[in-house]
């Protein structure tokens, strides 16, 4: 049924994210003559009131969520030709800092919450897998028992890559500080954004040690004298700019969060009335950040995510289908092992495991893509931005099922 006028015809408000406080901390960042991370203070201080607001002993600052990752497993030191397991239903950030670092990304296939499933996860551990980086899926805790105990069991390292799960709860724990290792972005569509950054956090001193020297051409600070470079490292050194923002930043944090549960409760009330539809599925005793509002649409109706999408686009509500679209081992670098010059390295470093990116790897993950709704949302939006949206999803539920 095509209506004359389309039911959303305002557009969503969008984030506002800086204000006096961001350009207080920049102005004092700027009088500062320098905008070197160590020659100034501002970084240096995010990482402090970063490392004490998630309750982590060390946090350590970089350009962007990427290299936060890549910090992580540059900690963990994997071998050449190692094996990170990690989740297919995520950002390529999450996976070129592997292959960077020379290791090998197996990907495990997802749970009904998008999140990696432990028994997939167990079922790709060999006895060359060093690490698993857990993706909590758009602020969605991941099943962080379960995969603790199978990264125990192998003794395998575990980062949880929080790049859209700041102040996610994990049975009243934050994601981030769970696992060995946590990262996040600051990406400029995060909760708390500097343009980019990124942050890595533990409370393992040696691990702090190696991350905040990887970071900086891995030069050893501490000694004096000639310039000691005990490994390899690259500049990842955040300015003194996104320092200061990110100060600004964290103290917004928890309103940011708090609005997102509190619009997301109301949608999650009124999509969980609506047949043929059911959204992302958080853990009781779990609480979501809702860096994205996500939903699946029925396998039984026989409607695609497309589809669906295509409707609430037309009836104004820009909503989005699938999110990556298809795994991410499916983009053409890895499904084709497009790495350094004419190599596929490290795919043909001697000995390593034979992977094969390709369909039908991960078939829940394609199931889930395939039938995933992301809708327009932000702690901007009002009430009667959530009425608009769950009015759309009712209406496309109404017209295709
Ligand atoms: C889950 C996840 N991991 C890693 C990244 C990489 O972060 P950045 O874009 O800051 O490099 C992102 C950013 O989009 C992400 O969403």
């Keep these: 049924m095509l209506r004359e006028h389309p039911l959303r015809t305002k557009p969503f408000p969008s984030r506002k994210l800086y204000g006096g406080e961001e350009l207080w901390e920049l102005a004092e960042a700027l009088r500062g003559q320098t905008l070197f991370r160590y020659t100034g203070f501002k970084v240096r201080a995010f990482e402090e009131a970063f490392a004490r607001y998630f309750g982590a002993k060390y946090a350590c600052a970089s350009t962007s969520g990427t290299a936060a990752i890549h910090t992580a497993i540059a900690m963990v030191n994997p071998d050449p030709g190692d094996e990170i397991i990690t989740s297919p239903i995520t950002d390529m950030g999450t996976v070129a800092p592997i292959l960077y670092q020379n290791a090998i990304p197996v990907f495990a296939d997802v749970g009904d919450d998008y999140n990696l499933d432990p028994e997939s996860v167990e079922a790709n551990v060999t006895e060359r897998t060093r690490a698993i980086i857990v993706v909590h899926l758009f602020g969605n805790p991941a099943r962080m028992d379960e995969l603790l105990e199978v990264a125990e069991k192998h003794k395998l390292m575990v980062i949880e890559d929080c790049a859209q799960a700041y102040l996610a709860e994990y ?77 600004a930043q964290l ?17 999650n009330e009124r999509l969980g009335e609506i047949e043929g539809i059911t959204p992302q599925p958080v853990a009781e005793g779990n609480r979501c950040s809702y ?84 809708l327009p949302f932000n702690e901007a939006f009002s009430e009667e931005d959530i009425e608009d949206l769950a009015m759309g999803v009712r209406l496309a539920a109404e017209e295709l099922f």
């Design 171 to 247: 049975k009243g724990k934050l994601c981030g500080t769970i696992g060995h290792v946590g990262c996040f972005s600051l990406q400029g569509s995060k909760h708390i954004a500097t343009g980019d950054g990124g942050m890595t956090i533990t409370d393992d001193p040696e691990l702090a040690k190696r991350g905040a020297m990887f970071t900086d051409k891995g030069w050893d600070r501490s000694k004096e004298g000639p310039r000691v470079y005990p490994f390899l490292g690259l500049n990842y050194r955040m300015t003194e700019l996104q320092g200061a923002v990110g100060l």
């Design 251 to 267: 103290g917004k944090l928890k309103g940011v969060v708090e609005r997102r549960r509190e619009l997301a409760g109301m949608l």
């Design 291 to 374: 860096w994205q509002y996500g939903f699946t649409v029925d396998r039984e109706t026989g409607v695609f995510a497309e589809q669906f999408a295509e409707v609430l686009r037309r009836e104004g509500m820009p909503a989005d289908a699938g999110y990556i679209g298809k795994p991410i081992f499916l983009s053409q670098a890895l499904r084709d092992k497009r790495t350094f010059g004419r190599s596929s390295h490290p795919f043909d470093y001697p000995g390593v495991r034979q992977v094969r990116y390709e369909d039908g790897l991960c078939p829940k993950c394609e199931d889930i893509l395939n039938r995933m709704v992301l």
